[in-house]
């Protein structure tokens, strides 16, 4: 049985908070869940606690919490070599049949930005997939190749927001 292919897109909030959900409604419903956050390395709140919850197994990267503007390419290199290994290490899960719901946050910024081979990706979905799983991913944009193969998308757009007014961000609200 084939699993099937979730995007949560867009310039607006509540993508990552997509997939917190479907961490819970899996792990409520029994299935075993990795969720992997990918260029997030500071702490946030559903992160902490979804990693208490059984069921739920989370990765994310260690980190300096840097932006990635403020790395330098060595720190760069690191961090999408670290990616690799994170993606790498739930796909084995789903061909284990360790994991249902792979959920990957910020997955799709960190190929934008170069810091997770798209190569990898397209080996892995295209090897792992057919074993049951459910993958989602979260981020901006998707390249037109995933948009193509997915069997959800669901763009989050945003119309209003406190940044646009210079407000940061809220802990327990935007992280």
């Known amino acids: ?44 709140g559903e992160v902490s606690l979804l990693g208490e919850i059984p069921g739920i197994t989370v990765l994310r990267p260690q980190g300096s919490g840097k932006f990635t503007w403020e790395m330098s390419p060595e720190e760069k290199e690191s961090m999408a ?8 290490q739930a796909f084995e899960e789903a061909h284990a049949h360790t994991a249902s719901l792979i959920l990957l946050d910020e997955a799709l910024d960190a190929l934008e930005l170069g810091l ?30 995933l948009e193509e ?8 757009q945003k119309k209003k927001h406190p940044f646009d007014q210079g407000l940061p961000a809220r802990q327990g609200v935007e992280w």
């Open 1 to 44: 049985m084939r699993g099937r292919l979730h995007l949560y897109t867009g310039n607006g909030k509540g993508k990552s908070t997509a997939l917190a959900g479907m961490a819970l409604r899996g792990a409520g419903n029994g299935l075993p869940v990795w969720f992997v956050q990918f260029l997030k390395t500071s702490p946030s």
């Open 81 to 88: 070599h670290t990616h690799g290994l994170l993606l790498e």
């Open 116 to 145: 997770l081979d798209e190569k990898l990706v397209q080996a892995l979905l295209l090897h792992h997939q057919p074993y049951g799983a459910e993958i989602a991913f979260s981020g901006r944009r998707a390249p037109k190749w």
């Open 149 to 156: 193969i997915a069997d959800y998308h669901t763009e989050m």
